[in-house]
């Protein structure tokens, strides 16, 4: 009849619903200790700033040495990665057009200088790798060639994304899922290379889909927000306001990215995944930590978080 009072809910249900909800109560619990001990905001910060002061001059001197369709290239994916256009999109093209002046005041003994300084970066995301693994620092001999890989890998990355998103002309859905494919395997790679093989390829698959996919979600909120964002730190605070928005773009992509990583460890770790496959952590010098030892391995962490 209408007008009749709903009556109250059926406690088969409502049971279900304080199960759901101490349930969840219960993961949070598990993975608030867990993103302590990584140290996800000052992780984020960290890298955002070697980004900032090591990777961009590194992409100036590459595109003074490099021929003109390949400046392009790498203007249209980095502009396509921030989101940007209209009139700043135009001084990224010009940044990366400058070439004369760049070329001739540092020299190809500038380029490598910056190449090796831009490391800073491989080596600040090696460590956060390492402490989401809980896993110590590798010997700088065993891992120095490694960072200049991984940086290598990641400019060719870089350059080719902006035919990438728009899938090599097929199309924006083939776009994001080639985003999604590819930012997946590069932090899968990623990890596998900055920690030296010290975890096996399937148990930094859930990481790296986070990363991945978390990354690619905030590029395309970015293409959303980054134009209207620059413009208005512009109108505010001058030339100064869209460094700001670049950095604050920055430090909220590596959040995504760190929080990724961890989430992953922590999945890695699960009873349901170990059921699937065991991971296998090798440390240098000992043999393979078995299941027990890897969740021992994040307790201690989460306590070491915990204490500082």
């Given at each position: 009849m209408a007008g009749t009072a709903a009556g109250p809910a059926p406690p088969h249900r409502s049971g279900a619903v304080r199960r759901a909800a101490a349930r969840l109560w219960t993961t949070a619990g598990r993975l608030l200790p867990a993103l302590l001990a990584v140290n996800v905001v000052e992780g984020a910060v960290r890298l955002a700033a070697q980004a900032f002061i090591a990777v961009l001059p590194l992409l100036m001197a590459v595109a003074a040495f490099a021929p003109r369709s390949v400046q392009e290239l790498l203007a249209d994916s980095v502009s396509t990665v921030l989101g940007v256009r209209g009139d700043t999109l135009e001084e990224v093209r010009r940044t990366f057009h400058a070439t004369g002046t760049t070329r001739d005041t540092a020299g190809a003994a500038g380029l490598v200088l910056t190449l090796v300084s831009a490391t800073a970066f491989s080596r600040a995301l090696q460590a956060v790798c390492e402490r989401c693994w809980s896993l110590p620092r590798a010997p700088v001999r065993a891992a120095a060639w490694r960072w200049l890989l991984w940086l290598v890998v990641w400019l060719a990355v870089l350059l080719v994304q902006a035919p990438l998103r728009g899938g090599f002309g097929t199309g924006v859905v083939s776009g994001l899922v080639l985003s999604l494919l590819s930012a997946t395997l590069l932090w899968w790679w990623t990890q596998h290379l900055l920690l030296g093989g010290r975890v096996d390829w399937r148990s930094l698959l859930p990481g790296s889909v986070l990363a991945g996919a978390g990354s690619v979600a905030l590029s395309r909120v970015a293409e959303l927000m980054m134009p209207t964002a620059m413009r208005r730190s512009f109108d505010e605070f001058g030339p100064l306001g869209p460094v700001f928005t670049f950095l604050s773009w920055l430090i909220a992509v590596f959040l995504v990215a760190v929080t990724g990583l961890a989430?992953?460890?922590?999945?890695?770790?699960?009873?349901?995944?170990?059921?699937?496959?065991?991971?296998?952590?090798?440390?240098?010098?000992?043999?393979?930590?078995?299941?027990?030892?890897?969740?021992?391995?994040?307790?201690?962490?989460?306590?070491?978080?915990?204490?500082?």
């Open positions: 989430l992953g460890r922590w999945i890695a770790a699960s009873a349901w995944f170990a059921a699937l496959h065991p991971p296998r952590v090798r440390p240098p010098g000992t043999g393979v930590r078995t299941m027990k030892a890897v969740g021992d391995g994040r307790r201690a962490s989460a306590r070491d978080g915990g204490a500082t």
